[in-house]
């Protein structure tokens, strides 16, 4: 599609977190009661200061928010029983509501949550043998109408905020089986979270922070096409994830078919700046790229992107195409997924293949949400 047209959704208004709240009002309605969830540690320094408080109630309430998740204010055992009962009277904690969970033959749970304002977004639990992994959402929908992904079909709704990313935690790790095993974190999910910078980031500190959820920087990743302004920014916060790079093309001609926003960031501009990406513990930017059939899978595609990564310290994770009927490719055959790897391992490059998981169950992104639209629910919605 033409970029020109998906231009002002490509910077859509920030949306300010809890802008609209009313601080001070002892009568507001339960409507109007400010969120904490998703404030950082000053905006609850500042709560704390409203109330009369000391500012290290203000850490108390971050601990009890992120690191052991209480979902009530009077869970908070060593606040005092007042300032529990004022904190209930004045503000609120809020996670997204689940409005439909499923639960694939592989151990994948897909969440479709329901955000305040009816907006749903899709979050996933992958459990694996050694550890569990939670794919997030950052937007509601997307603008960027990449050709093969159908959370672009589904338009694009609005920002999410602070605490609706982290609230995707909560809710996933909440319903997860109480295993010891660790938890990555990868934003792959509906979105692109370089154009929601703001709060992808303040999630991302408060998801980082060792007295927060406490996510070592090496277990997440952000997945991103590569928002160049936003990705310059990102390399200067003192604790980054993770880096990822949606490709999905060896040149900028192909991926401009696949990628409108090829036309806005080229990809040569977007592998440099990958590159000079710092990365948690020395870690490798990971290029992704998926397989679709006839399009992009040949071996001489496989040539042209091993010249195009040669020398770049980096890993390339093929991801063979999960295929939807509002789609106009067909995944890649295992022949030609096995040839392409060959082709770039031989050229010295670290290449893995994704697995599909979940497929029983729409696991891939705007999966759940497009059919949702089209049809009533085939399971009953159950809570967390
Ligand atoms: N906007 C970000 C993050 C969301 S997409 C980005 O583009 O990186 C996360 C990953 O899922 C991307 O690599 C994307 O290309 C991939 N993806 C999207 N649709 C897919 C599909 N139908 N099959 C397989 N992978 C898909």
Redo the contacts with the bound molecule.
């Keep these: 599609m033409p970029l020109g047209s998906a231009r002002s959704a490509l910077e859509p208004p920030m949306t300010e977190p809890h802008s609209e709240a009313e601080p001070g009002g002892p009568e507001t309605s339960p409507v109007a009661r400010l969120d904490l969830f998703g404030l950082d540690r000053t905006g609850l320094a500042r709560v704390a200061g409203e109330l009369g408080e000391p500012a290290y109630r203000g850490a108390q309430l971050y601990a009890w928010l992120y690191r052991k998740r209480a979902r009530r204010f009077e869970d908070m055992t060593n606040l005092a029983k007042a300032l529990r009962q004022r904190l209930a009277a004045r503000y609120r904690l809020r996670w997204p509501s689940l409005a439909e969970r499923r639960v694939s033959s592989d151990g994948t749970v897909k969440y479709l949550l329901r955000l305040e304002d009816g907006a749903t977004v899709e979050s996933v639990y992958i459990p694996e043998e050694r550890r569990r992994t939670i794919c997030l959402s950052t937007q509601a929908g997307?603008p960027?109408k990449?050709a093969?992904?159908?959370?672009g079909v589904g338009g694009y709704k609005r920002n999410l905020t602070v605490g609706e990313i982290l609230g995707q935690v909560a809710a996933v790790m909440d319903d997860a089986p109480p295993q010891r095993l660790p938890w990555n974190v990868v934003?792959?999910?509906?979105?692109?979270?370089l154009l929601n910078y703001e709060a992808t980031a303040g999630a991302l500190r408060i998801l980082m922070d060792p007295e927060g959820f406490a996510v070592a920087p090496k277990k997440l990743t952000l997945?991103?096409?590569g928002i160049l302004p936003a990705l310059a920014k990102l390399m200067q916060e003192p604790v980054r994830p993770n880096l990822?790079i949606?490709l999905?093309a060896p040149n900028a001609a192909l991926r401009r078919e696949l990628m409108p926003i090829e036309a806005r960031y080229p990809l040569e501009a977007v592998i440099a700046a990958a590159q000079r990406y710092a990365l948690p513990r020395g870690g490798r930017v990971t290029y992704?790229y998926?397989l679709l059939r006839g399009v992009n899978d040949s071996v001489a595609h496989a040539r042209e992107l091993a010249r195009l990564l040669s020398g770049s310290r980096c890993k390339v994770n093929l991801?063979?195409?999960?295929?939807?009927p509002e789609?106009p490719f067909a995944p890649p055959t295992p022949e030609a997924v096995d040839a392409f790897c060959a082709v770039l391992a031989d050229s010295q490059l670290t290449v893995s293949v994704r697995r599909p998981r979940g497929r029983d169950i729409l696991a891939?992104?705007?999966q759940l949400q497009l059919k949702r639209a089209a049809a009533p629910p085939a399971l009953a919605p159950a809570t967390p």
């Design positions: 997307c960027l990449c093969f992904c159908l959370t934003m792959m999910g509906m979105g692109e979270p997945s991103t096409v990822a949606s999905h992704e998926v991801i063979p195409l999960n295929p939807a789609l891939a992104c705007g």
